[in-house]
């Protein structure tokens, strides 16, 4: 029933730039937490962004800030990671999460997860 369809993904040479986006069916959208995450072979799943419903309050991983940029659009029912200047240490899959509570969202046990989107950056 529920579903996030990530797209956007792919391969980037170092300096340029990605939007992922991540379609949100079979939920009430505007009600969620959304945020992205990103995992990489051999390592833990990390937190890369986050945004609060109502306040509109934002969370980067320091290793991001001033690059990335996350972004809702309820008419659309769409979450965005709008990603600049991309380095090598970016590549990952990443994954769109969506949690009525923030809480869980940041712990990192959102209720629902992406498919993931392979993002690759070339130096």
């Known amino acids: 029933q529920v579903q996030l369809v990530e797209l956007g993904g792919g391969l980037v040479q170092a300096g340029g730039s990605l939007r992922l986006s991540c379609a949100a069916s079979g939920l009430a959208f505007s009600s969620y937490q959304m945020g992205w995450f990103r995992q990489v072979p051999g390592k833990e799943r990390e937190i890369v962004a986050t945004i609060r419903r109502f306040s509109g309050s934002t969370y980067y991983t320091d290793s991001v800030k001033g690059r990335f940029t996350i972004s809702v659009d309820n008419g659309k029912n769409t979450a965005y990671l709008q990603m600049n200047s991309l380095k090598p240490e970016d590549t990952a899959v990443y994954y769109c999460?969506?949690?009525?509570?923030?809480?869980?969202?940041?712990?990192?046990?959102?209720?629902?997860w992406g498919q993931g989107t392979q993002v690759t950056v070339s130096s």
């Open positions: 999460a969506a949690d009525r509570n923030y809480n869980d969202l940041w712990a990192g046990r959102p209720a629902y």
